[in-house]
């Protein structure tokens, strides 16, 4: 899973940085920005590793629908 972790964290830093500071996710009575998000990935939190899993089937379902090519889903 660190390949997708490292994917993601690459996708996250690609993004401007007034767009990581914008909150981004709801969950666990928390919202959450991407850089803060980031940080609960790198650190390996309940929450960081959720975002991977979901992360993990949402592309395995893309992936099974037919839409090979992720960056134009």
């Known amino acids: 899973m660190k390949e997708i972790e490292t994917a993601l964290e690459q996708w996250?830093?690609?993004?401007p940085n007034e767009k990581r500071g914008e909150q981004y996710v709801t969950a666990y009575g928390?919202?959450?920005t991407m850089n803060e998000i980031l940080t609960e990935i790198r650190?390996?939190?309940?929450?960081?590793?959720?975002?991977?899993r979901n992360i993990i089937?949402?592309?395995i379902e893309l992936i099974a629908r037919g839409k090979k090519q992720l960056n134009n889903a």
């Not at 996250?12 to 993004?15: E, G, H, M, P, Y």
């Not at 650190?43 to 991977?52: A, L, P, S, Y």
């Open 30 to 32: 928390k919202t959450y």
């Open 12 to 15: 996250i830093l690609s993004q």
């Open 57 to 59: 089937t949402l592309t």
């Open 43 to 52: 650190n390996q939190t309940d929450f960081g590793k959720k975002i991977v």
